[in-house]
């Protein structure tokens, strides 16, 4: 018997779980009526720095392109992004020149260089949050030419007979008008050659260096790390992408106006996530920050979101769930086996009678019941009458939970859960709404 072939085939596959990154970046391409230019954005190489991937999730989620093209990857380093770390696996930024086969980014740099270089890519933006304040001058340690805060940088003046090849004109084009409507007068933008063919060597490895070496304009935009805020961070990236738009003619809407409250509005909602084995659409803008008894297939963790930078990341005994780098919540996992069967329930909801798809939300006023159903059991996390296992035909109403089960901060929802034997068949949530928040 020959063995080689099997053992050649493990290792193969081996080999790609063990050097290839967890969570995928998305690409969202939005395409205007009309042919025009294309602007790439690529928010989040370097996972501890919101203001690169918040940016362009709203970008994202609530522009409409009319006129040329916006493609938009929001979340390149993802890992690094659901651990807030620069890069779990190196610095991504300086992988550009050469990586090895092994790397853990290999194959999320080699993929995004060639979107870079695909023919209809006309200009390239990479975000970042960057240290202090950059200026020419030195003034102080958070103020100097070392910093990288509120400036666009390029790596060289220009790139002779390229389209949009003018990077320093551009650059001080578009801070102009960023500049026109700052927050505060320290947050001004400024132009930052970093002369990398000459004086960077670090930089020479880079995303941006990588494209013009190439000649496709490439700029980093570089919101301050000193701004705390997340919401003036994005900001200052919306208005400076917007700047870049209008400068290649590329036509947009969105439906805000572009001011910090807005943002900071905009930034409150967290998307939806669906995990499809428990039927379950989860809320979480209003998710509470930990949930017992949540039901998980210790197999397989599959799910889905609205929002590109969710995450559900196993974490000892717990799973995270992450919206970018913030902890959203914690699910402590109740591990059972799924069974299928069950697609729709009878309850009664303020005395009225009707049938719900598994997985819904309900509107609760006064009181709820779950009908009985013949083999399966009910159980309403939260609530507990001794005695009793299947909680079927019990009309309960808020006051009978258990605040703390609830999955929802203001602690209004809660889970009913159907099983048949031990195996769970999904549950719908139940959210009472008659009292004030
Ligand atoms: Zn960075």
């Given at each position: 018997?020959n063995?080689k072939?099997?053992?050649v085939?493990?290792?193969?596959?081996?080999?790609t779980?063990?050097?290839s990154?967890n969570?995928?970046y998305?690409?969202?391409?939005k395409?205007?009526?009309?042919n025009?230019?294309?602007?790439l954005?690529?928010g989040?190489i370097?996972?501890?720095?919101?203001?690169?991937?918040f940016a362009?999730?709203?970008?994202?989620?609530?522009?409409?392109?009319e006129n040329?093209?916006?493609?938009?990857?929001?979340?390149?380093n993802?890992?690094?992004?659901?651990k807030n770390?620069?890069?779990?696996?190196g610095?991504?930024?300086?992988?550009f020149?050469?990586i090895?086969?092994?790397?853990?980014d290999f194959?999320?740099?080699?993929?995004?260089?060639?979107?870079?270089?695909?023919?209809k890519?006309?200009?390239t933006?990479?975000?970042?949050d960057?240290?202090?304040f950059?200026r020419?001058?030195?003034i102080?340690k958070?103020?100097?030419?070392?910093a990288?805060?509120?400036?666009?940088?390029?790596d060289?003046?220009?790139?002779?007979?390229?389209?949009?090849?003018?990077?320093?004109?551009?650059?001080?084009?578009?801070?102009?008008e960023?500049?026109?409507?700052?927050l505060?007068d320290?947050?001004e933008?400024n132009v930052?050659?970093?002369?990398?063919?000459?004086?960077?060597?670090a930089?020479?490895?880079?995303?941006?260096?990588?494209s013009?070496?190439n000649?496709?304009?490439?700029?980093?935009?570089?919101?301050?790390k000193?701004i705390?805020?997340?919401?003036q961070?994005?900001?200052?990236?919306?208005?400076t992408?917007?700047?870049?738009?209008?400068?290649?003619n590329?036509?947009?809407?969105?439906?805000?106006?572009?001011?910090q409250?807005n943002?900071?509005?905009?930034l409150d909602?967290?998307g939806?996530?669906?995990?499809?084995?428990?039927?379950?659409t989860l809320?979480?803008?209003?998710?509470?920050?930990?949930?017992?008894?949540f039901?998980?297939n210790?197999?397989k963790?599959?799910y889905?979101?609205d929002?590109?930078?969710?995450?559900?990341?196993?974490?000892k005994?717990t799973?995270?769930?992450m919206n970018?780098?913030?902890l959203?919540s914690?699910?402590k996992p109740?591990y059972?086996?799924?069974?299928?069967?069950l697609?729709?329930?009878n309850?009664?909801?303020?005395?009225?009678?009707t049938?719900?798809?598994?997985?819904?939300?309900?509107?609760?006023?006064?009181?709820f019941m779950?009908e009985?159903?013949?083999?399966?059991?009910?159980?309403?996390?939260?609530?507990?009458k001794t005695?009793i296992t299947?909680e079927s035909g019990?009309?309960?109403?808020h006051?009978?939970?258990?605040?703390?089960?609830a999955?929802d901060?203001?602690?209004?929802?809660?889970?009913?859960?159907f099983?048949k034997?031990?195996r769970f068949?999904g549950?719908i949530n139940?959210?009472?709404?008659?009292?004030?928040k």
């Amino acid at each position: 018997m020959n063995l080689k072939p099997l053992i050649v085939s493990f290792c193969v596959l081996f080999s790609t779980v063990a050097f290839s990154a967890n969570l995928h970046y998305s690409l969202v391409k939005k395409e205007g009526k009309n042919n025009g230019s294309t602007l790439l954005i690529i928010g989040g190489i370097h996972g501890d720095e919101p203001g690169g991937y918040f940016a362009p999730l709203l970008l994202t989620k609530y522009y409409t392109i009319e006129n040329g093209n916006v493609w938009i990857v929001p979340n390149l380093n993802f890992d690094s992004i659901a651990k807030n770390v620069r890069g779990t696996y190196g610095d991504m930024n300086r992988k550009f020149a050469k990586i090895e086969t092994k790397d853990k980014d290999f194959q999320i740099v080699s993929d995004i260089k060639k979107l870079i270089l695909t023919s209809k890519v006309d200009l390239t933006l990479n975000l970042h949050d960057g240290q202090g304040f950059y200026r020419e001058k030195n003034i102080n340690k958070n103020f100097n030419p070392k910093a990288w805060g509120q400036a666009t940088i390029i790596d060289q003046q220009q790139i002779p007979n390229a389209k949009y090849g003018n990077l320093a004109e551009i650059a001080k084009k578009v801070n102009k008008e960023t500049n026109i409507d700052l927050l505060e007068d320290v947050h001004e933008f400024n132009v930052k050659d970093t002369n990398t063919k000459k004086q960077d060597k670090a930089m020479q490895q880079s995303l941006t260096y990588f494209s013009i070496t190439n000649n496709k304009p490439a700029f980093a935009i570089e919101t301050s790390k000193n701004i705390t805020n997340l919401s003036q961070k994005v900001f200052y990236q919306l208005k400076t992408i917007e700047e870049f738009m209008n400068l290649m003619n590329i036509k947009f809407s969105r439906p805000f106006e572009l001011t910090q409250k807005n943002i900071d509005t905009l930034l409150d909602d967290y998307g939806m996530l669906e995990i499809p084995t428990t039927k379950i659409t989860l809320n979480l803008s209003t998710l509470k920050s930990s949930i017992a008894y949540f039901p998980m297939n210790k197999d397989k963790l599959v799910y889905s979101s609205d929002n590109p930078l969710v995450s559900v990341i196993q974490d000892k005994d717990t799973y995270k769930i992450m919206n970018g780098n913030i902890l959203v919540s914690r699910l402590k996992p109740e591990y059972s086996d799924f069974d299928n069967s069950l697609d729709n329930v009878n309850v009664v909801i303020d005395g009225k009678k009707t049938v719900v798809k598994i997985g819904t939300l309900i509107s609760v006023k006064h009181d709820f019941m779950a009908e009985d159903i013949k083999g399966y059991r009910i159980n309403l996390i939260g609530f507990s009458k001794t005695g009793i296992t299947n909680e079927s035909g019990i009309k309960v109403a808020h006051k009978d939970f258990v605040k703390t089960y609830a999955i929802d901060k203001h602690e209004h929802t809660f889970m009913v859960q159907f099983y048949k034997d031990k195996r769970f068949c999904g549950m719908i949530n139940i959210k009472f709404d008659n009292e004030k928040k």
